[in-house]
Nanobody, 123 residues
Framework: QVQLKATGGGLVQAGGSLRLSCTAS????????MAWFRQAPEKEDRDSVA?????????YYQDPVKDRFIIFRDIMKNTLYLQMTELKPEDTAVYYC???????????????WGQGTQVTVSS
């Protein structure tokens, strides 16, 4: 099966920027959608951040990150990115990428969260 790995996290001061990358290995890369999720400290649930239609780059953002984050992909590299700017302490979380297959009316997300990357925003 395809394994997704998120990288690029780190420690940054409020107002700073980071670019996260998500790469896939193994299996066949055949995603309809890809998305970024995050899990805040001491929380069990993972919240969606942004998603993208792989073929045409249509992007969707959750309200907390609108106008600050940009999701995009590189087809040649089979890589997903999340450009994060104007970071806030509340953005602190482990960030994961996830792929979805199926169709636009019935998306099937992978169950495996893969390897996340820690983003810590200090005040």
């Amino acid at each position: 099966q395809v394994q997704l790995k998120a990288t690029g996290g780190g420690l940054v001061q409020a107002g700073g920027s980071l670019r996260l990358s998500c790469t896939a290995s193994g299996g066949t890369f055949n995603y309809l959608f890809m998305a970024w999720f995050r899990q805040a400290p001491e929380k069990e649930d993972r919240d969606s951040v942004a998603s993208i239609v792989w073929s045409d780059s249509r992007a969707y953002y959750q309200d907390p990150v609108k106008d600050r984050f940009i999701i995009f992909r590189d087809i040649m590299k089979n890589t997903l990115y999340l450009q994060m700017t104007e970071l806030k302490p509340e953005d602190t979380a482990v960030y994961y990428c996830k792929g979805g297959r199926g169709s636009t009316t019935a998306v099937i997300w992978d169950d495996d969260w893969g390897q996340g990357t820690q983003v810590t925003v200090s005040s």
